[in-house]
């Protein structure tokens, strides 16, 4: 049992770079974990905490500071990359200050099980809050491939980031779960998907009644009056759904060309993964099974001017999450979404036929608006087209968004923004939490 945390079950993820840390993250976040990516919390202090912000330019000069006094990462680097003393001198400065922001993220949240992602866990001292140490690992020359593959880095600096590191063999015999990421994300799933299960029968007991708990409740739950309050006469054009993507650079294969049939396939009755269930509706979070389902929604709402490849969509599943939203055993919803540094994003949502907007829309959205409060997160940014059809717009207005402008954001939620905001896209915003937590700025 955790000392600081007695009601948690706090899991150390670590592994080299290119191991595929962030897929198993994103798979335990949608097992419903508290996950906390550390070098996120590191970009979060680089850009908003002053205190930080001082002492790192104190040790390595006014070059590293921008003009809005947020950290040059890349010019820090630079200077510490292949300089161990100095690399030494930054983590005595980063190091105590992620720990007491990740303290305070967990403190606040609800969460029984908690994943820590950090490439510096056993260094860091952070492997001292965890009851359990995972670990990625694959070949070599597949970390390589990856970061020349996905990181548009060329071979020699590749190579050059993968020898920088000790040997993964350090890691792995600290270990309490390895898990092998070298084939395909179905493998790496298989792999985690027996970890998590282990893991389920051996927390201590009230955490596995807690989580009983939660289930049984989210089972129950309903969305709340907006489900009752669709217009009695919303408009129906013909052929007309209700689209919010956020990419207009991708597009989609169709499933008939992967040899599937043109109807979406019916939830699993008992799936691991639904997460709400009521009036006929069922949101559940998306698997790579999942793909080529989401894939023929976005082939026939977004139509077939640019394609999204399956494996890029694969890929994603690691960094963000889908979720799915069933009608009578029918997809009428979907979503795509991510939290990083205490803010949500949604970026992509599909609702079809429109009028199940109040419905499958609304429960899609409640459940994303619910973990990204467990998850402490201080707001939801939602991306919406410039003109965003007129039941898509009501939707948001009955949860409470309001549209911002980018620049009238504190900094934090700014930098969000302009990482996560499609092209020619409204920012709408709700808050959820109206103070931070300690020493996130």
Known sequence: MNKRWPNKYIIGLTGNIATGKSVVLGMAANQGALTIDADKIVHRLFS???????????????????????????????????????????????????????????????????????????????????????????????????????????????????????????KIAVADVVIDTAGSIDDTAGFFNMAWQRLLRNVPGPIAVWQSKQLSAAAKETTGSIINQEPQNPSRESG??????????????????????????????????????????????????????????????????????????????GERGYLIGRRDGQISALAGWSSENLVATVDLIIITPPEHAFHTGAAVMREIENTANSLVCEVILAFLPTNPPEQMRLLFDKLGYSEVQAEALPNAWQISVQENRPHDTLVLMKILRDTRPVGLG
């Open 240 to 317: 007309m759904n209700t689209l919010v993507q956020a990419n207009s650079d991708q597009g989609t294969q169709s499933r008939r060309s992967m040899g599937l049939e043109d109807n979406p396939l019916v939830a699993a009755a008992g799936s691991p993964n639904v997460v709400f269930q009521t009036e006929g509706v069922t949101i559940h979070r998306a698997t790579p099974s999942d793909v080529p389902d989401i894939l023929w929604l976005i082939r026939r709402t977004a139509g077939s001017a640019v394609r999204t490849k399956r494996r890029e969509l694969l890929m994603s599943l």
């Open 48 to 170: 908003s905490d002053a205190g930080v912000q001082e002492t790192v330019e104190s040790a390595f000069g006014t070059i590293v500071r921008n003009p809005d006094g947020s950290i040059n990462r890349g010019r820090l680097g630079a200077i510490v990359f292949e300089d161990e003393e100095k690399l030494a001198i930054l983590e005595r400065i980063v190091h105590p200050a992620v720990r007491k922001a990740l303290q305070a993220v967990v403190d606040e949240s609800e969460e029984r099980i908690v994943f820590i992602e950090a490439i510096k866990l056993l260094e860091s001292g952070l492997v001292q809050e965890c009851d359990q140490v995972w670990v990625t690992r694959c070949p070599r020359e597949v970390q390589i491939e990856r970061l020349v593959s996905f990181r548009n880095m060329d071979a020699e600096t590749a190579v050059l980031r993968v020898s920088a590191q000790p040997h993964q063999d350090e």
